[in-house]
């Protein structure tokens, strides 16, 4: 944590972007694939803490850390020195062929955690993407099924496989068809649609019961199914925490059905919600759980944590060139070692945060809910005369408080996501309320 005497403060110097920045977007521009979102016009120079400077000297209050990855902030003394370390040492050596020391603590570190689970073996990969994928081959290997169910509102990546199970956006979809086949997708129980006079764990139990009557009875039967593949809490759809009984319910129903259940914790992992992973939030085990984002603090590694009985695919079957990577190996140690004293401090200042941005939705009645525990919470945001989500403004207000120095990030049709690096405190969280206050008062609901 940041010592407060010499605490940051935003701070901006020249108009967004700076000359500086305005010469590297132009150069961007010219090669950049227009596939590229560029949420605003941010060129990052330096970081340090929840602290980003742009090239032109500027600084901002990262409560987004590059889509929750930079974990444990900008420059953390324990993660740079590993990483130094690891550079010194060796750079790379194929882990599918060869050992290295970091490789291997990687896998016990990420075997200890979820102890639900049992005994564990493990994959690691570069991306959540790529560990969706192998997670998908693992599934049906072991299985010797080869249907997957997922859930609207999921979001699992983009290649073609990962993109068969994302469904939060069509825009993701769109012109890439067709997809793998045998793939169904569940409706995700949202408790803001929970109806009235009923509770929110009815109302999970009756996504349950929907998934026995609406896809096993007459899109595919269970038997077929290798796995079903869900966000703990969803991410990209909006950050939506379910009810408990939903995934306590999915996990009987993969019981009884001999079906794997997976949690995609890419985003909901390490730390993120206050524990490692949103697996012992929920008290829930699955099969297998796919981890990326925030394990590497932003150097590029995934992992697939599988349960030993479950992880039966044979020598060769399966493989990466560069997964587990020495650097990033070492620099997921470090980030976990980092992570395991931070979550008492991640769950006090989540709920801190929660709290002040609830106490913000009475002077903003645009707030229409904020929820999620940890440092995964969403605000969202609604017409209040309607009710109806209100993209545009989200959009507008990710403008209006980047140029006051915050740095925030939309997920879902109109929710804010607040996933700041792990190691932010009260005087952060302070700052961050202070000029989302002072940006949601230029904005006309």
């Not at 500086?20 to 560029?38: E, H, N, Q």
């Not at 070492?330 to 980092?338: F, M």
Request: proline share 6%.
């Amino acid at each position: 944590m940041m010592n407060n005497k010499n605490a940051l403060e935003p701070m901006i110097k020249t108009e967004l972007p700076g000359p500086l920045g305005r010469a590297i977007i132009a150069r961007d521009a010219a090669f950049a694939s227009p596939s590229l979102i560029k949420e605003y016009a941010l060129v990052a120079d330096r970081g340090q803490g929840c602290f980003i400077d742009d090239v032109d000297g500027n600084r901002f209050l990262d409560m987004m850390a590059g889509i929750a990855v930079s974990s444990t902030g900008y420059a953390h003394p324990h993660v740079m020195g590993a990483v130094k370390e690891a550079i010194e040492r060796v750079w790379h050596i194929c882990g599918t062929d060869f050992y290295t020391e970091a490789y291997t603590r990687l896998m016990e570190k990420l075997g200890s955690y979820v102890p639900q689970m049992g005994q564990k073996k493990i994959f690691l990969a570069n991306t959540g993407t790529e560990a969706i994928e192998g997670a998908m081959k693992l599934a049906r290997y072991h299985t010797k099924r080869k249907g997957f169910m997922s859930f609207y509102g999921g979001f699992h990546g983009r290649t073609l496989g990962a993109l068969s199970l994302t469904a939060s956006k069509v825009k993701y979809r769109d012109h890439f068809g067709p997809f793998i086949p045998g793939v169904v997708h569940g409706k995700f129980p949202n408790p803001t649609d929970c109806p009235k006079g009923m509770t929110e764990e009815e109302f999970g139990l009756k996504a349950i019961e929907d998934i026995r009557r609406t896809i096993f009875d007459r899109v595919m039967a269970p038997t077929e199914l290798a796995a079903i593949f869900v966000e703990p809490i969803q991410g990209e759809g909006g950050y939506v925490t379910p009810p408990l009984s939903f995934l306590k319910g999915l996990r009987e129903l993969c019981d009884e059905e001999g079906i794997l259940l997976v949690f995609d914790e890419i985003q909901s992992g390490v730390g993120r919600t206050g524990h490692m992973f949103a697996a012992e939030y929920f008290d829930v085990a699955p099969d297998i759980i796919t981890s990326a984002k925030g394990l590497g603090s932003g150097l590029p590694i995934g992992a697939i944590i599988a349960k030993d009985s479950v992880m039966t695919w044979g020598r060769g079957t399966h493989g990466s060139t560069f997964g587990g990577n020495n650097v990033s190996c070492a620099a997921a140690v470090a980030t976990l070692d980092v992570v395991e004293t931070l979550l008492p401090e991640i769950r006090e200042n989540g709920a801190y945060l929660s709290k002040r941005l609830k106490d913000l939705s009475t002077k903003h009645p645009v707030i229409a809910d904020v929820r999620g525990p940890g440092f995964m919470i969403g605000m969202e945001l609604r017409d209040p005369a309607t009710g109806r989500p209100v993209p545009e403004m989200m959009a507008e207000l990710e403008q209006i408080a980047f140029r006051k120095g915050l740095l925030l990030l939309g997920c879902g049709q109109s929710t804010i996501r607040f996933a700041p690096p792990l190691v932010c405190g009260k005087h952060e969280i302070d700052i961050a309320v202070r000029l989302l206050d002072a940006s949601l008062s230029q904005i006309k609901a």
